[in-house]
């Protein structure tokens, strides 16, 4: 059972557009929200991560947007560019875990075109 | 620091075989996972670690065992190899910063059983 559900699968998103995607969760205990970044042949790397104590956050292109009522949250990618080109995972954990686990959500291909 | 190290790349085994996938890391980091990652699947917990000595399962731990004997190693057995376990593998450590947990991954081990 995915504990973090994510879509879309895949998106094609021309140079210069708005890449978006969403996740939604179900374990209200989840107070941590990361998104790992994973090119091909490579391990995810950290890009950007939320706690629910804020709506957004932003770092450069990215921006992570979250609703805690609606126990959704969202990457949302600007200024596409072809280097962006990637698998975006969305991820949750809750802090009193003491042992830092991560529930993944299933992945989205970004692949942005010239 | 290289970070996150895993051995070998690629391996293919035959049906019944056994291998055993190496990861360290030179971060100092207590924590330690092996996840692997299927299409469409993102990536699924198998085993962690939160220090020498101390270990635990995760989502799909059947057909693995680890041992952590060092702070710098998380290897990952597999004793009787089967075709579902085709899969790639990914070590990742963490410590916890204010709360939270950055997973550092592995560039991965791409197993395939046949």
């Known amino acids: 059972q995915q504990q973090v559900k994510q879509s879309p699968q895949s998106l094609i998103v021309q140079k210069g557009g708005i890449s978006i995607i969403n996740c939604a969760y179900e374990n209200t205990a989840f107070d941590y929200f990361p998104w790992y970044q994973q090119f091909p042949g490579k391990g995810p790397a950290l890009l950007i991560a939320?706690?629910?104590?804020?709506s957004e956050k932003k770092e450069g292109r990215f921006t992570i947007s979250f609703n805690k009522s609606a126990k959704q949250f969202s990457l949302h990618i600007m200024d596409s560019q072809p280097g962006d080109s990637a698998t975006y995972f969305c991820a949750a954990s809750m802090t009193t875990d003491s042992w830092g686990k991560l529930q993944f959500g299933a992945g989205t291909q970004v692949v942005v075109t010239p | 620091n290289a970070g996150v190290t895993q051995t070998p790349k690629f391996r293919i085994l035959k049906i019944g075989q056994s291998m055993t996938l190496q990861c360290t890391q030179d971060m100092n980091h207590n924590y330690m996972y092996w996840y692997r990652q299927d299409p469409g699947m993102g990536l699924k917990l198998i085993y962690y670690?939160?220090?020498?000595?101390?270990?635990d399962k995760g989502e799909v731990p059947n057909g693995y065992n680890v041992s952590r004997s060092t702070t710098e190693d998380f290897p990952l057995r597999l004793e009787l190899a089967a075709p579902s376990q085709t899969s790639v593998y990914f070590c990742?450590?963490?410590?916890?910063?204010?709360?939270?947990?950055?997973?550092?991954f592995g560039p991965g081990t791409r197993l395939t059983v046949t």
């Open positions: 990742a450590s963490s410590r916890r910063v204010q709360g939270t947990y950055e997973q550092y």
């Open positions: 670690s939160v220090g020498a000595g101390i270990t």
């Open positions: 939320i706690r629910p104590d804020v």
